[in-house]
């Protein structure tokens, strides 16, 4: 099957590369691949893009350049914030406590729990409600005056329910207090607003292949006098808070699809909030025995989930691929291994229930006559599976 053909709704796993992100890096491969650190002009060259790169990067986002560091990703950037933090405040305080939601991806989760089972931390993990939305009166009450936390990290928009957290809120409360807060961004980033003064946080993760730009870097945005730990260590780069010869072409890719994606957002949101609410409306209508997961209203515009009663995910993921429609049951990583999702354990699903989780994320490609062809095909392959094999846990 050609992949264009493919109806792909799974952009919130990753997306394809743009155009104009491919054009922007192929110099920097052959032709400009000096080492940015290297005196010589070839070097020279790539450092100027460098730091054009950052320069784009933290004026999209309300930050000077200085509290851009590139990194290696989604999960490297988490990591580096919950550990980088946790490990200076504590160096400098003794604060020891980690707070953070069951519902974060693992890129944080097991970065907090490493941080529990070897680091001697203790970690509160904050409920949600069923829609998967943070308990605010727990999370004040846990907060407390501040003086025993290393450091809150709560994610702006869930991958596997799109929920979106009150993240300004908190960061005005963790500000007061002093104590140091860090949002995952990775789902939200050309989506929601990345203004990280709006936003009142201390660290910001994102990750530039989910929003059309290449795998493998990201950056984390670090606001200037918050101490932090680096976690890789060796050269002097990105201002000693991340070693390592940096990617030129990949960060000169993410800067030019963060430009874009923030230039067209807006716009773009309008149309995917109209294909989203299509696909909700359609498939509640359309099959029995579904119901939505995450809220209604503070969620991704792009991001549709849901849970199929009597379905399992493996099943009907199949049935979609044959269908040629690309879609997921929520996280990347739960194809083989049928274990219900922390997330939607945290919001009180059952793990039966969960068995039948399915996400369709929306992006640039789809259009409304695929989306009315996913309302068409889904129906017929949940009464297929359903008519046919009994669920087992
Ligand atoms: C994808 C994702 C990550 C991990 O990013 P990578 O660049 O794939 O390492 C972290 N957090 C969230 C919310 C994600 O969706």
């Given at each position: 099957?050609?992949?264009?053909?493919?109806?792909?709704?799974?952009?919130?796993?990753?997306?394809?590369?743009?155009?104009?992100?491919?054009?922007?890096?192929?110099?920097?491969?052959?032709?400009?691949?000096?080492?940015?650190?290297?005196?010589?002009?070839?070097?020279?060259?790539?450092?100027?893009?460098?730091?054009?790169?950052?320069?784009?990067?933290?004026?999209?986002?309300?930050?000077?350049?200085?509290?851009?560091?590139?990194?290696?990703?989604?999960?490297?950037?988490?990591?580096?914030?919950?550990?980088?933090?946790?490990?200076?405040?504590?160096?400098?305080?003794?604060?020891?406590?980690?707070?953070?939601?069951?519902?974060?991806?693992k890129a944080v989760l097991h970065t907090a729990q490493d941080l529990r089972d070897h680091f001697g931390f203790e970690l509160d993990l904050i409920?949600?409600?069923?829609?998967?939305?943070?308990?605010?009166?727990?999370?004040?009450?846990?907060?407390?005056?501040?003086?025993?936390?290393?450091?809150?990290?709560?994610?702006?928009?869930?991958?596997?329910?799109?929920?979106?957290?009150?993240i300004a809120e908190i960061g005005a409360r963790c500000r007061e207090l002093g104590v140091p807060f860090h949002t995952d961004a990775v789902q939200?980033?050309?989506?929601?607003?990345?203004?990280?003064?709006?936003?009142?946080?201390?660290?910001?993760?994102?990750?530039?292949?989910?929003?059309?730009?290449?795998?493998?870097?990201?950056?984390?945005?670090?606001?200037?006098?918050?101490?932090?730990?680096?976690?890789?260590?060796?050269?002097?780069?990105?201002?000693?808070?991340?070693?390592?010869?940096?990617?030129?072409?990949?960060?000169?890719?993410?800067?030019?699809?963060?430009?874009?994606?923030?230039?067209?957002?807006?716009?773009?949101?309008?149309?995917?909030?109209?294909?989203?609410?299509?696909?909700?409306?359609?498939?509640?209508?359309?099959?029995?025995?579904?119901?939505?997961?995450?809220?209604?209203?503070?969620?991704?515009?792009?991001?549709?989930?849901?849970?199929?009663?009597?379905?399992?995910?493996?099943?009907?993921?199949i049935g979609l691929d044959l269908a040629g429609v690309a879609a997921s049951s929520g996280s990347a990583c739960s194809s083989g291994a049928q274990?219900?999702?922390?997330?939607?354990?945290?919001?009180?699903?059952?793990?039966?229930?969960?068995?039948?989780?399915?996400?369709?994320?929306?992006?640039?490609?789809?259009?409304?006559?695929?989306?009315?062809?996913?309302?068409?095909?889904?129906?017929?392959?949940?009464?297929?599976?359903?008519?046919?094999?009994?669920?087992?846990?």
């Amino acid at each position: 099957m050609q992949t264009k053909s493919v109806i792909y709704m799974d952009h919130s796993a990753t997306t394809p590369v743009r155009e104009e992100a491919l054009a922007a890096m192929h110099p920097y491969f052959a032709d400009f691949y000096g080492n940015p650190s290297s005196i010589h002009a070839v070097g020279r060259r790539a450092g100027a893009a460098l730091s054009q790169a950052r320069r784009t990067v933290a004026d999209l986002i309300g930050a000077a350049p200085r509290e851009i560091v590139f990194t290696g990703g989604g999960t490297e950037s988490d990591n580096a914030a919950v550990r980088g933090l946790a490990l200076a405040r504590r160096a400098a305080t003794g604060a020891n406590r980690i707070l953070t939601l069951p519902i974060e991806h693992k890129a944080v989760l097991h970065t907090a729990q490493d941080l529990r089972d070897h680091f001697g931390f203790e970690l509160d993990l904050i409920p949600v409600d069923s829609e998967g939305l943070v308990e605010m009166d727990a999370l004040l009450t846990s907060l407390g005056d501040g003086s025993h936390v290393a450091v809150v990290s709560v994610m702006y928009a869930n991958n596997e329910v799109g929920s979106i957290q009150p993240i300004a809120e908190i960061g005005a409360r963790c500000r007061e207090l002093g104590v140091p807060f860090h949002t995952d961004a990775v789902q939200a980033a050309g989506k929601l607003s990345l203004d990280v003064k709006a936003l009142h946080v201390d660290a910001l993760s994102a990750s530039a292949h989910k929003f059309y730009g290449p795998k493998g870097v990201g950056f984390l945005y670090l606001r200037s006098g918050v101490p932090i730990q680096p976690t890789i260590t060796g050269g002097s780069q990105e201002d000693g808070r991340r070693a390592g010869t940096e990617n030129t072409p990949s960060i000169v890719g993410l800067a030019k699809t963060l430009a874009l994606v923030e230039e067209e957002r807006e716009a773009e949101n309008k149309r995917l909030r109209i294909l989203r609410d299509q696909l909700i409306g359609g498939l509640l209508e359309s099959i029995e025995g579904v119901r939505l997961t995450g809220p209604r209203e503070q969620r991704l515009p792009n991001h549709a989930s849901f849970l199929i009663e009597g379905v399992e995910a493996e099943g009907m993921l199949i049935g979609l691929d044959l269908a040629g429609v690309a879609a997921s049951s929520g996280s990347a990583c739960s194809s083989g291994a049928q274990r219900p999702s922390h997330v939607l354990e945290a919001m009180g699903v059952s793990p039966r229930e969960a068995l039948g989780a399915l996400r369709l994320s929306l992006g640039r490609s789809n259009t409304p006559e695929e989306v009315a062809y996913v309302l068409k095909t889904l129906p017929r392959i949940t009464a297929q599976i359903r008519g046919s094999a009994p669920v087992r846990l």
